[in-house]
């Protein structure tokens, strides 16, 4: 009897190892926002629609939704498996962008949030702030700040290819659910 027990036990702590075990953290939205390939691509032709009509006319105006951000995210993510962050929902409200996912720290998993202020600076290029994080019960991984800023500033000018070099940020504002970024190209 005894030997089953200590097998049963063992047997389960094995398990609890294999397994991750979830910390908390903050909670997702209640209608998650849908992940796609199609709203990734759209983005892309978006981007690729608003550089050639600002070619010709020297402004560049984009209206990108949480939609199309979470599922940019998301495809981003799965082409670099070494990112901590997975399951992304992008959500944009009240002037400000909230990045959500959950990250696995050993054997812990936990939901995180990180809240962003996105505007432009005097050199008319991305300006990104982390207003509020919450990793729950983990610490937050050293050098996120510039992490989070280089994949904004990529998402916001580097998707605009060749054009991305003659390319100046007038203005980024976020309302229900729209970031809208216009531009100039030089």
């Given at each position: ?54 070619t010709a006319s020297g402004t560049v105006t984009l209206h990108i939704t949480e939609e199309q ?39 812990f998993s936990a939901n995180v949030m990180l809240t962003l202020a996105v505007g432009v600076d ?19 991984p050293q050098g996120l700040n510039n992490a989070i800023s280089a994949f904004v500033a990529q ?32």
């Amino acid at each position: 009897m005894m030997k089953k027990i200590l097998i049963t036990l063992i047997a389960l702590a094995f398990a609890t190892l294999a397994c991750s075990i979830f910390v908390g953290g903050p909670n997702y939205p209640a209608t998650p926002i849908p992940v796609s390939t199609q709203a990734a691509q759209s983005l892309k032709n978006q981007v690729q629609q608003s550089v050639a009509t600002g070619t010709a006319s020297g402004t560049v105006t984009l209206h990108i939704t949480e939609e199309q951000l979470t599922s940019y995210l998301a495809v981003y993510l799965q082409s670099h498996p070494n990112l901590p962050i997975t399951d992304p929902q992008v959500q944009l409200q009240n002037g400000q962008m909230e990045l959500l996912g959950k990250v696995q720290q050993g054997m812990f998993s936990a939901n995180v949030m990180l809240t962003l202020a996105v505007g432009v600076d005097q050199n008319g290029q991305p300006k990104i702030t982390i207003t509020q994080e919450d990793f729950g019960p983990l610490p937050a991984p050293q050098g996120l700040n510039n992490a989070i800023s280089a994949f904004v500033a990529q998402a916001l000018t580097g998707s605009l290819g060749p054009a991305a070099t003659g390319f100046r940020l007038e203005s980024i504002s976020i309302v229900d659910g729209v970031m809208t970024v216009t531009g100039r190209v030089k």
